[in-house]
């Protein structure tokens, strides 16, 4: 138990401020939005390329947080009651907290790097070595140069082990990472080619990687980069290799690896057949086998692994509820990241919670317990259903909050019927052992299986990568037209808000008022706004753009008929899409139209890119920000105040930097398509699956779908799968011209597509079952292809997903 003065002089600050400084702190916070024990918390104003937490303090404070780091001034009469710890590096003073919090611990201590397969391994030690071991592990993936601070903070007495993850994505970073860590085990899973990553080369990489295990006693992990570290016992056919792989057979599902462990063969066996999760395994049994396990043990536990699959889940439920699917782990760190997690959906239903039983509860269930109630209470939760033994004796709830409670998960759905939940938002949250999939299966809706699966880490990694080519000060206005690109609208804005991008851009007003009846607060600009949506735009705090002096001055005369002054709106010029915008003609009238005008506020003048991606007209490019950049030098000198200036969209971001002025429009390129350029490493946001309805064997011959166009030429299986032209999927992909991802093949369509079911050819796609799932674009299969295969661009496909087809978001 630390005492916030004992951690004023761990990191060397000083208290300002009239608050308690005997407080003890049990609780770190870096992110004001995810308090629930704002007593015992110290707040952390970190101050990121992109966000200073010193604009969060405020919130914090009114949330009931009294206890600060901040490197900035401040004004301590604001906060009464509140003590601040002021520091030159606030991320620093972090860290080095967590060292000396970590110096108090003897019990070994495993680290893991490596650029694949961190968190798997992490996580399949932890359940290999959970029988012996009371383990304290990084939650999810938290790897990351704050990520690691907070893990390591969740050491304490009764821990027998920790596993915990070093991730790192630019050179220098290790060094930190390895003060908080100090491994007694290092285990490295991989290492990936220098690029993916900020690295000049793979050399720097390894010995940047190398660096996390120097006062190890051991580094643990594949041949040839584990051999060449010091103190190693790695695992490969090189003859250097500790456990020294001598053959590796598939057989169905499982791996067979014949290997010499000190001159004794062994067979260890992996229930995987793919070459990653082998690989994961193998540096698993090393670690067992030199802590000491025999095979047999160590085979036994392989066997039972489970795949690791972290993710929230959000989806819709039946009765119109809201599922959120986190039924991994139930420890306090997680749920209070799932908690946070529904905070942000703004869906404005009841909140409810069904949890198991908590794995630390340990041998002070009901203090523990105690922590749990007030996150839930912190968090607005109204009813909640208790699984369990442990947790339905001790938790307790204040009187206002439902609350049910069973013995274990049958005895759940033994009582349960379709109508116990209506309307809610529902977090599903236990421990692997109580098997919460099968609760989760209860609550979905299952209509039609074709789903759209929304990749939210890949909407935040795009957006990470576009942002790493801007300047730090150049703002982000994300395009969320046309239901994000038919990615979502609520969701994807939820996610956008919270990386804090500066400005949403919709088309038409409606789409605006969507997103602030969920609960959007960000800035949002209506590209085309008119007369009848005015109301609209004022009720919901929407920033019309004005392309022409009719809707100017329609929106003028409206202003003053409603008294108000001022209003944001957003310039659009005319320099050679020839769609909306003033005109140079215009220019000089319009400087002076606004220049008497005290109805608006110009937020930005913009233009937008006719062929940004298109090398071949690059002139033309130039030519439109020549144009653009005359206008507004008119406009500035004219307003007398500055406003945002903009022209580029996605395209215009990596082939055009010189044109980022003051922000830029990203669309495209964050849900993970990149036209024209291959430059980063985007990864695909939505993926269309859909399943197989039947099989068909057809002879030579014989025909398929309607006006019998699809002629088979050989007997071959005909899979009939459920997607057509009312989800879609175009008429234009008959006939051969598409082809959708089954079993790691491609499927060509065969016959015209129908309105609700296509037809394809999985002739020579062994093992084929009723049930697959057919992957119509997305990861495996890359919107582009289809797009070319079709005739078209990305964009029509994409917006093209009916509203009939489900969406399910995922997030680490
Ligand atoms: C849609 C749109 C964008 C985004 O374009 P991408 O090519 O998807 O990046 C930018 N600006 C305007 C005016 C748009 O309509």
């Not at 108000?564 to 915008?581: A, F, K």
């Amino acid at each position: 138990m630390y005492t916030l003065s004992n951690i004023a002089d761990v990191i060397g600050a000083r208290p300002i401020g009239g608050g308690d400084n005997s407080r003890v702190v049990a609780h770190l916070l870096h992110d004001s939005r995810g308090v629930s024990f704002p007593e015992s918390s110290l707040f952390f104003a970190l101050v990121t390329r992109r966000s200073d937490g010193h604009h969060y303090i405020g919130d914090a404070y009114r949330k009931g947080v009294r206890a600060f780091v901040v490197s900035e001034p401040i004004n301590v009469d604001e906060f009464p009651a509140a003590s601040f710890l002021q520091v030159t590096n606030s991320l620093h003073a972090l860290q080095a907290l967590a060292a000396w919090h970590r110096a108090h611990f003897s019990i070994p201590v495993i680290g893991i790097t490596g650029s694949n397969g961190k968190t798997i391994v992490k996580e399949w030690l932890f359940q290999l070595l959970e029988p012996e071991y009371r383990i304290v592990r990084s939650p999810r993936s938290y790897n990351s140069q704050i990520g690691v601070a907070l893990s390591v903070w969740m050491l304490r007495p009764e821990h027998t082990l920790a596993l915990f993850e070093a991730g790192i994505s630019e050179a220098g970073e290790m060094e930190r990472l390895a003060l908080m860590i100090r491994p007694d085990i290092g285990v490295l899973t991989n290492i990936g080619s220098a690029h993916d990553e900020g690295f000049v080369s793979t050399e720097q990489k390894r010995s940047e990687k190398g660096r996390l295990f120097e006062g190890a006693r051991v580094v643990i992990g594949p041949e040839p980069w584990t051999g060449l570290l010091p103190h190693h016992v790695s695992w490969g056919q090189e003859s250097g290799a500790g456990l020294r792989i001598e053959s590796i057979r598939r057989e169905g599902s499982e791996t067979r690896v014949a290997a010499s462990y000190r001159g004794v063969t062994v067979e260890i066996r992996a229930p995987f057949s793919d070459e990653a999760s082998v690989a994961n395994a193998l540096t698993c049994a090393t670690v067992l086998i030199y802590l000491g396990y025999s095979i047999d043990t160590i085979n036994n536990r392989l066997a039972a692994l489970q795949a690791v699959d972290m993710r929230l889940q959000l989806k819709r439920g039946a009765n119109g509820c809201t599922l959120i699917n986190d039924s991994y782990s139930a420890d306090l760190t997680s749920l209070q990241h799932a908690l946070h997690f529904m905070g942000g959906q703004q869906t404005g239903q009841p909140r409810t919670v069904i949890l198991s039983d908590f794995t630390e509860a340990g041998t002070q269930p009901e203090r523990f317990y105690t922590q749990v109630a007030a996150a839930l209470e912190a968090a607005g939760v109204r009813k909640c259903v208790l699984i369990g033994e442990g947790i339905g004796r001790h938790l307790v709830l204040p009187a206002d909050v439902q609350r049910f409670a069973y013995r274990d998960t049958d005895a759940f759905l033994a009582q349960y019927r379709p109508g116990l939940f209506r309307d809610e938002t529902i977090l599903i949250k236990g421990g692997r052992s109580f098997r919460f999939e099968r609760i989760v299966a209860a609550l979905e809706t299952r209509v039609h299986q074709t789903v759209l699966e929304i990749d939210l880490n890949a909407l935040a990694g795009n957006l990470k990568q576009y942002r790493a080519l801007l300047r730090p000060q150049t703002k982000v206005m994300a395009m969320v037209k046309a239901f994000s690109y038919g990615s979502g609208s609520a969701e994807i804005a939820s996610i956008l808000q919270y990386h804090h991008v500066d400005y949403l851009g919709v088309a038409y007003a409606d789409e605006g008022v969507a997103l602030r009846q969920s609960g959007i607060a960000l800035p949002i600009m209506v590209m085309n706004a008119d007369a009848s949506s005015f109301d609209a735009l004022i009720e919901y705090q929407l920033q019309p753009v004005i392309y022409s002096f009719p809707i100017l001055e329609a929106f003028e005369r409206y202003l003053q008929r409603e008294g108000l002054q001022s209003w944001p709106v957003h310039i659009e010029l005319e320099t050679g899409m020839n769609r909306l915008g003033f005109s140079a003609l215009e220019i000089d009238a319009l400087a002076r139209h606004l220049q008497g005008t005290g109805w608006l506020r110009v937020q930005s003048v913009f233009s937008h890119l006719a062929a940004s991606e298109d090398p071949a007209q690059d002139d033309f490019t130039r030519e439109q920000a020549a144009r653009y950049e005359a206008m507004t030098a008119k406009l500035k000198s004219a307003l007398g105040y500055r406003f945002l200036e903009h022209i580029s969209n996605s395209a215009a971001i990596i082939r055009h930097p010189q044109l980022q002025y003051d922000l830029v429009r990203l669309g495209i390129g964050m849900y993970g398509v990149e036209i024209e350029t291959k430059q980063l490493e985007l990864h695909a946001v939505a993926t269309l699956r859909s399943t197989i309805a039947q099989l068909k064997y057809l002879e030579a011959g014989e025909t398929v779908s309607y006006n019998r166009r699809g002629v088979v030429k050989e007997a071959s299986v005909i899979a009939t799968v459920r997607i057509g032209y009312a989800d879609g999927y175009s008429r234009r992909l008959g006939y051969g011209i598409g082809k959708m991802w089954v079993r790691g093949h491609l499927a060509p369509v065969i016959g015209t597509v129908c309105m609700d079911m296509t037809m394809i050819d999985v002739t020579h796609v062994p093992g084929v079952e009723v049930g697959d799932e057919v992957e119509v674009f997305g990861q495996e299969l890359p919107v582009q292809q289809v797009a070319e295969w079709m005739g078209t661009i990305p964009y029509e496909i994409m917006t093209g997903v009916s509203q009939r087809v489900k969406r399910v978001y995922f997030q680490e």
